[in-house]
């Protein structure tokens, strides 16, 4: 009996690790960049929207294509005087029947259709330069992410050291071998690393969910990015400024979308200039005996005659228009040049600085400050030198990982810049 109970413990036991275990695994996404990019374009929500009015501007060709519908009119006599009768069907009765069309002239539904057409090309321009910004914030938050993560790991571990130290050196304090100013101190530099620790968690959850709001992931889910082991960046310098702007000329969806407003504007001019011309109303009648024989057919056509208006105004704001997006255009020329010089020379700049550190510089540095922990805690090294370069430490640690997260920022800003993937970090 006490074996069975004893079998019974532990799988209940297991079962309760196993949903534990389950749970802590399902508050936490390892994550690499190409798994949050297709998280992206299958989840974020203005990527999703900007979808959708790709599909309202393609709805605008349908309509801007149909033709207006013929317009049909019957009238029957409501009281026959002559026979009693009302709505009088018969032979005595009187009824008429029209039936008109809307021709337009001078191109003006070509031109709607065009018109239609090119807001197509602009709701399309428009959703590939937002995936064009969303992927760039994407991998800035993601790398971001990891940096400040690998830093927070050193505070922890730092706080973690400082804690036990100051634990063991209030007990020697107690027996009078530590003299009280250096405890002072000691919890002094504690709360100074835990105070930065705070604002760097704080800003590690920021960052987070910036992550998180652009692939839709849970705000009570972790993110920990992962980053493939240190290998050679693609090198900026091996690139010169010109083919860069030549990529940027080419590829920049928001360029594209300033061109086709200029040409989306030309047409509408086009169009406002064709509904100053009259369209024509052409139209069948039928009268039974209300005319000068009986049973009357008859043709109509109708035109008003443009003696006032004319469209002026709307030919007048669609030229003001057309000028405004050409201005447009040549300033979102200038604007990316100088974004495309800029981009590379940070990053130039950025690769120099990381080229110019010994790669094994971080890995000494780790090394000593091992040793000169233990040599504290023995007494070896005083407490000023100590402070000096635990402080030293925390400092070029955050700044190592500050200056791998702009190294690889900055290629993804050429990448932004350019509208291409000219750089696969």
Avoid: C
Avoid at 280 to 293: A, C, H, M, P, R
């Amino acid at each position: 009996m006490m074996n069975r109970l004893s079998v019974l413990a532990l799988l209940i036991l297991y079962e309760l690790l196993t949903v534990s275990t389950a749970t802590a695994q399902s508050d936490t996404l390892h994550l690499t960049l190409p798994a949050a990019t297709t998280m992206l374009l299958q989840q974020n929500i203005p990527l999703l929207a900007q979808r959708y009015n790709i599909d309202s501007a393609k709805a605008a060709v349908i309509t801007a294509r149909l033709y207006d519908n013929p317009e049909v009119s019957f009238e029957n006599v409501l009281y026959n005087h002559t026979t009693g009768k009302w709505f009088d069907l018969g032979y005595e009765g009187q009824n008429t029947l029209q039936i008109q069309q809307l021709i337009k002239l001078a191109g003006k539904r070509n031109k709607e259709i065009q018109l239609a057409r090119s807001g197509v090309k602009l709701s399309e321009y428009q959703f590939y330069d937002l995936l064009r910004t969303l992927r760039y914030e994407l991998a800035d938050n993601f790398y971001d992410l990891y940096y400040k993560q690998q830093s927070l790991q050193t505070y922890a571990s730092q706080v973690a050291f400082l804690q036990q130290v100051v634990r063991a050196f209030a007990q020697q304090q107690q027996l009078g071998h530590i003299a009280p100013k250096e405890i002072i101190r000691l919890k002094s530099l504690l709360y100074d690393l835990q105070h930065d620790e705070l604002q760097l968690r704080q800003d590690v959850q920021q960052t987070q969910s910036d992550l998180a709001l652009l692939i839709r992931v849970p705000p009570t889910v972790t993110l920990f990015p992962d980053v493939p082991a240190a290998q050679p960046l693609p090198l900026a310098s091996a690139y010169n400024y010109q083919n860069l702007l030549d990529t940027a000329m080419h590829n920049r969806y928001d360029l594209k979308a300033a061109g086709e407003n200029v040409n989306y504007n030309e047409i509408n001019l086009r169009l406002q200039k064709a509904l100053a011309v009259p369209d024509l109303q052409v139209g069948l009648s039928y009268d039974k005996q209300g005319n000068f024989e009986r049973n009357y057919n008859g043709l109509g056509v109708s035109m008003p005659l443009p003696f006032f208006n004319r469209n002026q105004g709307n030919i007048r704001m669609a030229r003001a228009t057309l000028e405004g997006s050409r201005l447009e255009l040549q300033g979102r020329q200038d604007q990316l040049a100088h974004e495309v010089m800029n981009s590379f020379r940070e990053a130039v700049q950025t690769e120099q600085m990381a080229g110019d550190m010994d790669p094994a510089f971080e890995q000494d540095y780790r090394h000593m400050m091992g040793e000169i922990e233990k040599n504290y805690q023995q007494h070896n090294i005083g407490l000023l030198e100590f402070i000096d370069l635990y402080d030293a430490y925390r400092s070029n640690v955050r700044k190592m990982n500050e200056l791998r997260y702009s190294r690889l920022s900055a290629l993804e800003k050429i990448n932004y810049a350019t509208g291409a993937s000219i750089f696969h970090p």
